[in-house]
């Protein structure tokens, strides 16, 4: 194990973890405040809470603003939460009570990862990348926390491995880490040091005819200021206000900083697929053309970025200033490239080299740097914004971040909730479950989600109904931390409870099911299913519900009721089931109500109708026995009558006549009923459209023609309405109980009213009306009994005809009958 050093702060090791076998493999410095801190001597510092560890923080960053900082002690929610924006490792003892890990493992670990950076300049390029990526490793993990993260980001941050890199060994140049795309050398030379003097003549010459010990000691003091002036390039660059303008200050600084006098960064379009010029040195505006766009894989840029690595000019690239030119360009990682230059070959050295992958490593950095900002700041918008309740648990299970919203609901403030265990919150069956699925979706579904239903723990000891949707936040390939939107259920399980106390109580019998292979398997049943079926819920849940219900030899695929079903009730079916007292006759419905990946679930509404077939069944006997055996009696009657009214004369005619015109009213009563019956039996979509007049017209005519002493008129415009011969029948019933009952010589007046929708038929005389007992009676004011009832059926079947038609029927005064009939284009 790599022994390291840790530096604690004012109050010293604290009793807490004195003894932790953990301590073998640190050096323990106590200091008295941040001003005593060899930085370069120390791995990690440690401070405790509530020991002004704000100006420790403070002033270390100032002495080392890589320096790790651990805050430990007791628990404190308001300096976990400040830690976090500050970037500081939050550690406190309650947290390490459960847990194979302690605070000095975690400490250790600390240390040891700061300690592992590699010698100053032992990895030049790696050294660099790493010092621009310090900056926001310390809140990596908040990243995916949403923008809290985003205050903690520390522009002028540089590691101590790169402040004294002017001064150490040497080593080869290797990948950057910080792009997925690398930025190395091409060659192998080993960087020259004032202890390691550059021995290359042929790849470095001298720059003047001085001694090679002075060109040494020159060399020495250009790389050293270089390296100076890098830094600073550095700092620059990882400020945030000058993130628009990153590709101009990497351009100049390959002539400020590298003395090589063109320079120009070139940023990839992914919309284009091309690398487009984004900034360029002083001397590229005023020597040289406008630079040309290239695609993704053209030319010097295109093959370098495509590559992955440096590239050298050779002799083949046009638009190059007059001279013996040189050019290296080097890949920016996704973001596009630089390339640097001179007009003189002899000024390119492998010092250049070396220093223009380094400044290629830092304009990387600060690409991805202002990427990241960027994804910050829309973070930060949406965590504002926000309105769903979200929290964030680090690896274990403590709250790194939540939503206002959320803390709102269980009466903290987010300060109070921050670092403490969700265990505070959640019920222990909850905990567990949900400790499972994350292990669940790690292992098999790292992309995916799953949701538990639980209790919320409030601050005031209350319960909330919650539904928790779980998923994984990625950290380097891992998945430390998850992620959690909790949605209340308060008003939903209110809902539930109005729906089963329905389910319950209804009498129609409901099975609610789940679909799968074998069929439509059983969850709940209602008591009347029980009642109606003869059944035990409990025992028939789990089993396919047909296999008890439905009759042999009775096909059920008819009922439509399948895994397919529209989240909508289908249309009833007439169905037969077994019953407790036989086979019965049901309308069934199904719906679907819910999709899961068990399969569809589904309600079955059974409505017994078995006593109403029975009674349409008899009624239709009753009607067309007694609608055949009446007309077959009643034509005998009005025929012997016609016999008797030719053969006899005086007051034995006159009975006869009237006989007979009562025969003849009672022969009409079976076709009036029909009538009634098929309209009652039609739906209003079955009618067809017909031209309103050509209704109209036929029944006046045919009441002129019964009735010469009656004066009939229509004013009937050319109007569609929905209605047919059926129609044209009821309009000559109104027409035939006007002129019988209006008087000698009636005036009868057919009027129309037309409106967008509809239109209003009005039949009119000049009679004395139909009793307000019988109209009560057609319109439903009165119940028909044996003394009230209307004295034919004229009128009924008018009513019925205008109703199967979706109109309406009414008075408007005693001798006035309104149709309202829809309108058709």
């Known amino acids: ?120 300049m032992e990895n030049t390029q790696d050294t660099v990348a790493s010092s621009v990526e310090s900056v926001h490793d310390a809140t990596e993990s908040v990243t995916h926390a949403v923008a809290t993260a985003h205050d903690s980001v520390d522009t002028d941050a540089t590691p101590r491995s790169v402040t004294s890199a002017t001064s150490s060994t040497s080593a080869t140049p290797s990948t950057s880490p910080t792009s997925s795309t690398s930025s190395t050398s091409s060659t192998s030379s080993t960087w020259p040091t004032s202890s390691t003097p550059s021995t290359s003549s042929t790849e470095d010459p001298p720059r003047s005819d001085s001694p090679p010990e002075n060109q040494a000691a020159r060399e020495r003091t250009r790389r050293e200021d270089a390296l100076k002036e890098l830094l600073s390039t550095t700092r620059e660059l990882m400020m945030p206000s000058n993130a628009q303008n990153i590709p101009s200050i990497v351009a100049q600084a390959a002539a400020d900083v590298l003395g090589l006098e063109f320079g120009l960064v070139r940023r990839y379009d992914p919309d284009g697929d091309r690398l487009i010029p984004a900034g360029a040195s002083d001397a590229v505006h005023e020597k040289m053309v406008a630079r040309p766009v290239y695609d993704s894989d053209e030319g010097m840029p295109g093959k370098a970025f495509q590559r992955g690595e440096p590239v050298e000019y050779e002799g083949d690239e046009p638009q190059l200033p007059d001279g013996d030119p040189a050019a290296r360009i080097v890949p920016l990682g996704d973001h596009g490239t630089l390339t ?33 900002i960027e994804q910050l700041e829309t973070y930060r918008a949406i965590h504002e914004n926000v309105k769903e309740r979200i929290y964030v648990l680090d690896k274990h299970g403590r709250i790194r971040m939540t ?44 992309d995916a989600s799953r949701t538990l239903e639980t209790r919320l723990l409030t601050r005031d000891g209350g319960e909330i109904p919650v539904e928790i949707e779980i998923s994984l936040l990625p950290d380097d390939g891992d998945y430390a931390e998850s992620v959690g939107v909790v949605r209340n259920l308060t008003a939903l399980e209110a809902e539930r409870a109005r729906f089963q106390s329905l389910f319950d109580r209804s009498p129609d019998a409901i099975v609610d099911t789940l679909f ?84 569809a679930r589904a309600f079955g509404v059974y409505t017994d109708i078995t006593d109403r077939k029975a009674d349409e069944r008899f009624i239709k006997m009753l009607n067309r026995v007694l609608r055949h055996n009446l007309r077959n009696a009643v034509n005998i009657v009005v025929g012997n009558l016609r016999l ?12 006869a006549e009237r006989a007979l015109s009562g025969a003849e009213r009672i022969s009409e009563l079976p076709e009036q009923v029909k009538h009634i019956e098929r309209a009652y039996q039609t739906d209003a979509t079955a009618f067809e459209t017909a031209d309103l007049a050509q209704l109209v017209e036929p029944a006046v005519d045919r009441a002129r023609r019964k009735n010469p002493d009656a004066c009939v008129t229509a004013d009937v415009p050319d109007v569609r309405v929905r209605g047919d011969a059926l129609l044209e029948t009821a309009l000559d019933e109104l027409l035939e109980n006007a002129v019988t009952h209006a008087g000698a010589e009636p005036t009868v007046t057919v009027s129309t009213h037309v409106a967008d929708d509809t239109v209003t038929l009005r039949v009119s005389d000049d009679g004395p009306g139909i009793p307000q007992l019988e109209r009560d009676v057609i319109t439903g004011y009165t119940d028909i009994t044996q003394l009230t009832h209307s004295r034919g059926l004229g009128l009924w079947v008018a009513y019925y005809t205008v109703t199967s038609l979706g109109g309406s029927f009414s008075f408007d005064d005693p001798a006035t009958v309104v149709l309202e009939l829809p309108r058709e284009e």
């Open 340 to 372: 640097v230059g001179t007009a003189d070959r002899q000024r390119l050295t492998e010092t250049d080299r070396l220093l223009i992958s380094l400044l290629a490593t830092s304009a990387t950095a600060a690409f991805d740097r202002a990427a990241r």
């Open 516 to 599: 799968t292979e074998e069929g439509p398997v059983v969850r709940e049943v209602n008591h009347a299913f029980e009642e109606t079926f003869g059944v035990e819920g409990d025992r028939i849940r789990g089993e396919v519900v047909d296999d008890h219900i439905v009759p042999d030899g009775v096909d059920d695929e008819v009922t439509g009721f399948g895994p397919d079903m529209d989240e909508q009730l289908t249309d009833a079916i007439e169905v037969q089931r077994s019953t407790a007292d036989g086979i019965g006759t049901f309308l069934f419905r199904g719906v679907t109500y819910k999709r899961t990946a068990e399969g």
């Open 403 to 446: 939503t206002d919203s959320l803390t709102d609901e269980v009466g903290y403030s987010s300060d109070e909730v921050i670092g403490r265990p969700v265990t505070d919150f959640l019920p222990d069956d909850a905990v567990e479950t949900g400790q499972q699925l994350l292990e669940a979706l790690e292992n098999d579904h790292p």
């Open 644 to 655: 008797l009214e030719s053969s006899v004369d005086g007051d034995t005619e006159t009975y």
């Open 1 to 120: 194990m790599v022994r390291v050093t840790v530096s604690f702060v004012a109050e010293g090791v604290p009793a807490a973890i004195d003894n932790s076998p953990d301590s073998e493999a640190v050096t323990v410095v106590e200091v008295a405040d941040a001003t005593a801190v060899d930085v370069a001597a120390t791995d990690c510092v440690v401070c405790r809470i509530g020991a002004d560890w704000q100006q420790t923080a403070a002033a270390l960053r100032v002495l080392d603003p890589a320096m790790p900082l651990v805050l430990t002690g007791e628990a404190d929610p308001r300096a976990g939460a400040l830690a976090s924006r500050l970037g500081v490792e939050y550690a406190p003892y309650e947290a390490f009570t459960d847990i194979d890990e302690t605070v000095w493992s975690r400490i250790v670990d600390i240390a040891n990862a700061s300690s592992t950076v590699t010698t100053p």
